[in-house]
């Protein structure tokens, strides 16, 4: 089965704490693509980041930051000094080998950075 | 460069009507998914088209089908509609088969009454 888990619902923090969105991830695949996805309140979802099975590296795009762990099945995300303009729903999502386009997404975390 | 554009962004039916959603892709992507997503739940695939040939389905009934033009752009029709299909659909489109980035439009919420 293929699926991906979001255990966090909501998340509340001060701004310019650091806070860790989880993923944990499922699939019999040995090539497989990870992405983080961020939807603000018009809805639409954007872009953050994609990883593939073979790419364990971790990742640091300014104040974002990634770590794919293969060993626990997880691709967490953490963000540094949240701000503001940081709060929205995150999804953390899948592709599966073979499966062009058809992301399997996790529930989403809601993350408020209150000032 | 234009991204992708859907419509319409808000609308309301009844039980049992039909409709319609359209989307017009970013500039130069041959590739469309859409996607339903219920509140407060992650986006579900419904299908996607890759040069106007279906090219992949989830776990949706037959009453939701779609359309890709000569253009890219693209329909996705709901007949019979029930309750429960009251969400936001997404649409989003990429070039080629897949791996890459998809970019996504803000979507058309539809309420079923």
């Known amino acids: 089965a293929q699926k991906v888990t979001q255990a966090q619902t909501e998340i509340s923090v001060v701004e310019k704490e650091d806070v860790t969105l989880d993923c944990v991830y499922e699939?019999?695949?040995?090539?497989?693509?990870l992405f983080w996805y961020k939807q603000p309140p018009s809805g639409e979802l954007v872009f953050l980041i994609r990883?593939?099975?073979?790419?364990?590296q971790n990742e640091i795009s300014g104040r974002y930051s990634w770590n794919f762990q293969k060993s626990t099945s997880s691709f967490n995300f953490t963000i540094t000094a949240s701000q503001v303009v940081d709060s929205a729903v995150y999804f953390c999502?899948?592709?599966?080998?073979?499966?062009?386009?058809?992301?399997?997404f996790g529930q989403g975390t809601t993350l408020q950075v209150k000032p | 460069e234009t991204g992708v554009t859907q419509s319409p962004t808000h609308l309301i039916k009844t039980r049992g009507q039909q409709v319609t959603l359209r989307c017009s892709s970013q500039?130069?992507?041959?590739?469309v998914s859409w996607y339903q997503q219920a509140l407060g739940q992650g986006p579900q695939f419904i299908f996607q088209?890759?040069?106007?040939?279906?090219?992949g389905r989830g776990n949706f009934p037959p009453r939701f089908s779609g359309l890709q033009f000569p253009n890219y752009s693209s329909e996705l029709n709901v007949n019979a509609l029930e309750l429960d299909d009251s969400a936001l659909y997404l649409c989003?489109?990429?070039?080629?088969?897949?791996?890459?980035?998809?970019?996504f439009g803000e979507g058309s919420r539809l309420t079923v009454l």
């Open positions: 088209y890759y040069r106007e040939e279906e090219n």
């Open positions: 999502a899948l592709i599966p080998s073979g499966n062009t386009g058809k992301l399997i």
């Open positions: 989003a489109s990429s070039s080629g088969h897949f791996t890459g980035e998809l970019f």
């Open positions: 699939t019999r695949d040995t090539t497989y693509y």
């Open positions: 990883r593939n099975s073979f790419d364990e």
């Open positions: 500039s130069g992507h041959n590739t």
